[in-house]
């Protein structure tokens, strides 16, 4: 994992009322639609993706921008996006990091990215206000998934 974590203040993205809560391993609401996910879980997710320093990742649920700072300085280009469409238009992506929870992995995500690339998303439990983190991995054109832990995320619109 890169030094990321230690560089990017993650006092600095959370609302003023929060403050005292930055430092600690929880997820801050934002609002009623969006939160900081607790930085283990930010860690995790990004040590998925085996990030070498030169790839091309999409990040989609940016919400107050933390995950996407440490992004950027463990890789060479970051884009982000709200939704399950992501960017076609910036695309293919060497991995995916969504930070909002799905019935299923997007078709739209799944074209989105290259040979060989990982995408890290939250699939919702069926009867559950959890999800499942899933790290899928893209080989000759088909996504192989394998389950990571259990998580709570918001909704993926």
Do not use: W
Request: proline letters at 5%.
């Amino acid at each position: 994992m890169c030094e990321a974590f230690k560089k990017v203040d993650r006092k600095l993205f959370v609302p003023r009322q929060f403050v005292d809560f930055a430092y600690l391993d929880e997820a801050i609401s934002l609002d009623k639609s969006s939160s900081i996910s607790q930085p283990s879980l930010v860690a995790d997710m990004i040590n998925l993706l085996e990030l070498k320093g030169r790839e091309r990742v999409l990040e989609i649920g940016t919400a107050s921008g933390y995950s996407a700072a440490i992004l950027s300085l463990c890789t060479r280009e970051v884009d982000t996006g709200d939704g399950s469409a992501g960017l076609p238009s910036k695309a293919p992506f060497d991995g995916i990091v969504v930070a909002a929870a799905a019935k299923e992995i997007p078709k739209a995500l799944i074209d989105q990215l290259k040979e060989g690339g990982r995408i890290v998303i939250p699939i919702q439990i069926e009867g559950s206000d959890m999800q499942e983190l899933v790290l899928g991995t893209k080989r000759k054109n088909h996504l192989t998934t394998k389950p990571i832990t259990v998580v709570k995320f918001v909704p993926l619109v």
